[in-house]
């Protein structure tokens, strides 16, 4: 066998190789990717079943209702052209509120609602911390 064939022999392996790798790669991620949907996207297409999805937009004002067990609520999701109800029973975070952003993680339902098994809230991007706020403005007095 030249030189010439060993080379190209060699290529084609080195190719397999990466193409397998990348298939096993693809194949262990897709079991673990969550796909993200607006509010929009579940009205269009229809909600998908039987995956962990992401469902992000804004938590609806006047939406959010809190059950008598104090850890499980309901609410509605939006992006302004369709709605999407959503229940979750856990601790929410600290910045979710009505009229802010969320991203909320789960499987949608038959019947179109949402079930979240973790919340994820959004703010601006002027939001701080109320610790490094509070000594960024901190002001002195020029008298002494």
């Keep these: 066998m030249k030189a010439k064939h060993q080379r190209l022999t060699l290529a084609l392996l080195a190719v ?3 193409a397998g790798a990348s298939g096993l790669a693809l194949s262990a991620l897709k079991d673990q ?3 993200f949907y607006a509010p929009s996207d579940v009205a269009k297409a229809g909600p998908p079943l039987g995956h962990a999805v992401r469902l992000g937009g ?3 004002k006047g939406s959010i ?14 992006d302004g052209a369709a709605r999407v109800p959503v229940s979750f029973s856990g601790i929410t975070p600290d910045l979710f509120k009505e009229a802010s952003g969320v991203v909320a993680e789960g499987n949608f339902n038959a019947d179109g609602s949402f079930t979240a ?13 109320p610790q490094v706020s509070g000594n960024m403005h901190e002001t002195k007095t020029l008298e002494q």
């Design 117 to 129: 098994s973790n919340l994820l809230a959004k703010h601006d991007e002027r939001y701080m911390p």
């Design 16 to 18: 397999v190789a990466i």
């Design 58 to 60: 804004m938590v609806e």
């Design 33 to 35: 990717a969550a796909f």
């Design 65 to 78: 209702r809190r059950k008598p067990d104090g850890v499980s609520i309901d609410f509605v999701v939006t």
